[in-house]
């Protein structure tokens, strides 16, 4: 945590920081229980890393009485590092649960692809901790601290299949690529520190408000710089470019958790900087973050399209490219907010589109973990004929996809798109919304043409698939993220209504 030379850090609230808290200490445990459990036992250090996440996310459940700062200025009590409001622990509650819909997909990948278990979790638990940390920093420099404690995990989980020379190839990639996004970042930062004196988001955003003449260059490079280690963890065009090579390369559960956890950070950092920090120069980041939106949507949608089923494509890639194109759709609202009087519907849009995508995105990569099992390729033709070998797992598969596509009976996706359309139109970015309804009506292709390859006949004389036994785990994983979308979309309104009370 940090603190300004205007004064020093007063008591700690030990239950405001206890959910990124608990992740981390039970991080270092199953690191240290590591030295000492036999290998015939490490599959417990993965049930203890999901109790862990599980008491993380039930510690969020005191903290819903109201707000709760901590790490304040004795100088002014108001300016606090660490805000635990409702915007704040509905980001930290999309964490913690993902992450462990991510370790239950990684319980039996762990064992049988022979990941070294100790630094395995202790890295998923480090990583969650640094995502689950971010949405509560109310200064810059926590921000960045949260954004690279998040990240350095991901990094080495990436990396983690030793020898393999795809998973390096790819952890380096993510790495270099990353490291320069937040070199630039801490340039900005310094950009605005230099022009505010100040690292907290509410006295950026009131000195903004009279920055000298000479300052106004300055600042206006240092807000747009700094966006861009948020925009790289988003995978917003043009830093984009890591993410299916990364993805294919991950372990696949590693995969999962960048797909979902890597973005909600991304598009935390973005709300928090923009909305909260930098509201008096909405007209250089509401642009900016706009033209983002439709090249992000555009390239992801483009990219997916040439993943195709008669051509030995893979999955994992088709879910890589669909990922970057989501990514499109979630920045619209922050855009939107940029154009607003009041940005908290449009935020509001962005977050419950965001737990729409999280729940589908991880079942998708549920099942392709469980296809992975007797097809370690994993192409999209290796799914066809799934229905008539496996129909819960394609039915839940085609639930998952049409959700991401926003079609019926998937009433959450068709619901969260129809938000975030509204946000783009109530903002007067028409030319937005015309670009995202264009994306959609192309996404519509790739999903839908993945979608019957499941109900498609095994091709004659194809050998039947090997009926492997399921892990339970991995069938928990797939039936919760199934349970959550059916829940979800049989009240859609609760979902903007729970996500649109936000911090502002």
């Not at 979902?260 to 928090?272: M, P, S």
């Amino acid at each position: 945590m940090t603190a300004t030379a205007a004064g020093l850090v007063q008591s700690v609230d030990w239950l405001a920081i206890a959910p990124p808290t608990i992740a981390a200490v039970v991080g270092m445990v199953v690191l240290v229980a590591d030295l000492f459990v036999p290998d015939r036992r490490k599959p417990v250090l993965g049930w203890i890393s999901i109790a862990g996440l599980a008491l993380a996310a039930l510690s969020l459940l005191p903290l819903l009485d109201g707000d709760r700062s901590t790490f304040c200025l004795t100088s002014d009590a108001d300016v606090c590092s660490y805000t635990a409001d409702h915007f704040t622990l509905v980001i930290q509650f999309l964490v913690l649960a993902g992450a462990l819909l991510t370790a239950l997909l990684s319980v039996s990948a762990v064992a049988e692809t022979k990941l070294p278990a100790g630094e395995f979790w202790f890295l998923l638990l480090s990583s969650a901790a640094g995502a689950a940390l971010l949405p509560a920093s109310r200064d810059l420099a926590t921000l960045i601290v949260a954004l690279e404690v998040a990240s350095l995990p991901s990094f080495a989980l990436v990396g983690l299949r030793r020898g393999d020379r795809l998973s390096s190839e790819a952890a380096l990639k993510f790495f270099l690529s990353s490291v320069a996004a937040t070199a630039v970042s801490l340039l900005g930062v310094s950009f605005v520190y230099a022009a505010t004196g100040s690292l907290h988001l509410s006295e950026v955003a009131s000195r903004l408000n009279d920055v000298p003449a000479q300052f106004d260059t300055l600042v206006t490079a240092g807000v747009a710089i700094t966006l861009v280690g948020f925009a790289f963890k988003t995978a917003a065009v043009p830093f984009h470019f890591w993410v299916p090579d990364t993805y294919v390369g991950a372990p696949l559960p590693v995969a999962a958790y960048l797909s979902v956890i890597g973005k909600a950070v991304g598009f935390t950092g973005i709300i928090l900087v923009t909305v909260l920090a930098f509201p008096s120069y909405a007209d250089v980041w509401g642009p900016v973050v706009a033209v983002l939106a439709a090249l992000t949507m555009t390239a992801g949608n483009v990219a997916a399209l040439r993943q195709r089923p008669d051509r030995a494509h893979s999955a994992v890639r088709l879910l890589a490219w669909s990922s970057v194109s989501q990514a499109g759709y979630l920045l619209v609202p922050i855009a939107a907010a940029g154009y607003v009087d009041d940005p908290s519907r449009a935020i509001g849009s962005t977050v419950a589109y965001a737990l729409m995508y999280a729940a589908m995105n991880l079942g998708a990569f549920g099942v392709a973990a469980l296809v992975g099992r007797t097809s370690p390729v994993n192409r999209i033709s290796d799914y066809r004929g799934l229905y008539a070998s496996r129909p819960l797992a394609a039915l839940a598969m085609g639930f998952f996809l049409l959700n991401l596509a926003g079609l019926p009976p998937g009433v959450i996706g068709l619901f969260a798109k129809v938000t975030v359309f509204s946000a783009a139109v109530d903002a007067g970015l028409g030319w937005l919304a015309v670009v995202m309804a264009v994306n959609v009506v192309i996404a519509l292709y790739y999903y839908l043409v993945w979608t019957a390859v499941l109900f498609r006949a095994p091709e004659a004389g194809a050998a039947a698939p090997a009926k492997l036994r399921v892990p339970a785990p991995l069938t928990a994983a797939i039936g919760l993220a199934a349970v959550l979308g059916i829940a979800l979309s049989g009240a859609p309104q609760l979902v903007l209504r729970f996500a649109s009370a936000t911090l502002l």
